[in-house]
């Protein structure tokens, strides 16, 4: 059994409670957060608290606040030589405060507080100082069934930038074929299947392989068409840079 | 009953006979193409050819042939007001002969011929010049269980471009992540649940409303970091590129 203090109360500390609380390998101990108002409509499934020298003793105190009060909230615990984590994707391992066993339990999907979330396709990016640590975490990821992945603070950098690029420009790409169809009258449903196809390709073949197109096929005529019918200038900017970034990717010339 | 000759052999060919022999309210009369030896396997269920001359009468005449073959072939078929349609997503109605009754019946949607396809999530994009011969597709789309739409030939040139860069452009974000990991030794399936996240979110939500991330926050500190940290120029200018679009999208100034 992995006793858990949780700390914060946004969509992240929210999902993990209710992950928890499903697991009879995991007990939550307690669960904090600065207004206790935010919680208290869980008070009769856990103990709650607004007050740090409050907590319980745990085998793992869990932070998932916001990026810039982790080292705040991580100082401000009255107790030393215990295992802290905080769940952010940027900040460092080294935010949380010396006094304690450090590590990261990351999970790396995009949370909103609505919906349901299975959580065991959540990929989880652990980190810890010391390796009897880094096994409680490996531990807790079993116990809520998800994947773990060892992950170093310098490549949870690296990891959200190339989030930012799979996510948000994935969604940009969305964002402009939308404002195309718009401008002409058609309806975005008839590319949803699509969308929902390229994503699922990749799950099992990479994407290189999976590339298709007018770019890395060298089809020049339906390129400078493309560019052609394309009035806005960004749009057109993007057209043109992610097709040389294609042929590129693909050892063709530039079209 | 609608009855059907189809002509060619590729993807689009093969995977709508299929679907065709499925439905009880289709019959495929025949199915021609140039080399026959590419669609003998089939001889048992279904009268094949590759003699223009020998055509039967139909319904419908579906020509599912490269772009460039489209004109070629109409030309050569030697009857007239007949039904022909064509499965291109970029070739215009107008290369079809005018001696024929014309359309194009577009399904939108990745083929590749080894998996198989749930062709009742295939959107089809259909164009008729006469209004019963619109029924025709409408009704033939109904007996495959899929969604219609009506989209005319320039549309269609839009909505190519659109499906550019939902499909493509997409894919190359997910190449760029997949690079980004690689280069830090990061394994990619980290992503891969993020991705299909993404492209499963804009099925109930727009684009608009579902982006997240650094750029739409405003998030300078971030934005800025994550351009240190890539070295590659082309994905640095992409990176930017693709910051100042999200910005500009979301009324926010330029990162």
Same mark, same amino acid.
């Given at each position: 059994?992995?006793?858990?203090?949780?700390?914060?109360?946004?969509?992240?500390?929210?999902?993990?409670?209710?992950?928890?609380?499903?697991?009879?390998?995991i007990?939550v101990?307690?669960?904090?957060?600065?207004?206790?108002?935010?919680?208290?409509?869980?008070?009769?499934?856990?103990?709650?608290? @607004? &007050?740090?020298?409050?907590?319980?003793?745990?085998? #793992?105190?869990?932070? +998932?606040?916001?990026d =810039?009060?982790?080292? $705040?909230?991580s100082?401000?615990?009255?107790?030393q030589?215990?295992?802290?984590?905080?769940?952010?994707?940027?900040?460092?391992?080294?935010?949380?405060d010396?006094?304690?066993?450090?590590?990261?339990?990351?999970?790396?999907?995009s949370?909103?507080? @609505? &919906?349901?979330?299975?959580?065991?396709?959540?990929p #989880?990016?652990?980190? +810890?100082?010391?390796? =009897?640590?880094?096994? $409680?975490?490996?531990?807790?990821?079993?116990a809520?069934?998800?994947k773990?992945?060892?992950?170093?603070?310098?490549?949870?950098?690296?990891?959200?930038?190339?989030?930012?690029?799979?996510?948000?420009?994935?969604?940009?790409?969305?964002?402009?074929?939308?404002?195309?169809?718009?401008?002409?009258?058609?309806?975005?449903?008839v590319?949803?299947?699509?969308?929902?196809?390229t994503?699922?390709?990749?799950?099992?073949?990479?994407?290189?392989?999976a590339?298709?197109?007018?770019?890395?096929r060298?089809?020049?005529?339906?390129?400078?068409?493309?560019?052609?019918?394309?009035?806005?200038?960004?749009q057109?900017?993007?057209?043109?840079?992610?097709?040389?970034?294609?042929?590129?990717?693909?050892?063709?010339?530039?079209?």
């Open positions: 059994m992995i006793s858990i203090v949780l700390l914060g109360a946004g969509n992240v500390a929210t999902h993990l409670f209710k992950v928890f609380q499903n697991s009879d390998k007990s101990t307690q669960w904090y957060n600065r207004h206790i108002n935010k919680i208290s409509s869980y008070q009769n499934e856990v103990q709650i608290t @607004d &007050s740090l020298s409050e907590l319980k003793a745990a085998d #793992l105190y869990i932070i +998932a606040v916001s =810039d009060a982790i080292s $705040t909230i100082e401000a615990l009255p107790f030589d215990r295992f802290v984590v905080h769940t952010s994707g940027t900040a460092s391992l080294y935010e949380l010396s006094k304690h066993r450090r590590g990261v339990f990351y999970p790396l999907q949370f909103s507080k @609505d &919906s349901e979330m299975d959580f065991t396709k959540v #989880l990016c652990l980190e +810890a100082l010391l390796k =009897d640590d880094f096994k $409680t975490l490996k531990g807790l990821a079993k809520i069934g998800c773990a992945y060892k992950v170093s603070t310098e490549q949870r950098r690296y990891l959200h930038v190339a989030a930012v690029f799979a996510n948000n420009f994935t969604n940009q790409m969305y964002r402009i074929s939308h404002e195309i169809c718009e401008a002409n009258q058609i309806e975005f449903d590319l949803k299947p699509l969308i929902l196809e994503a699922k390709k990749i799950q099992n073949l990479s994407p290189y392989r590339q298709t197109g007018p770019a890395v060298g089809d020049k005529t339906t390129v400078t068409k493309h560019l052609k019918l394309i009035q806005n200038p960004q057109k900017a993007i057209y043109q840079l992610l097709t040389d970034s294609i042929t590129e990717t693909h050892g063709r010339k530039k079209l």
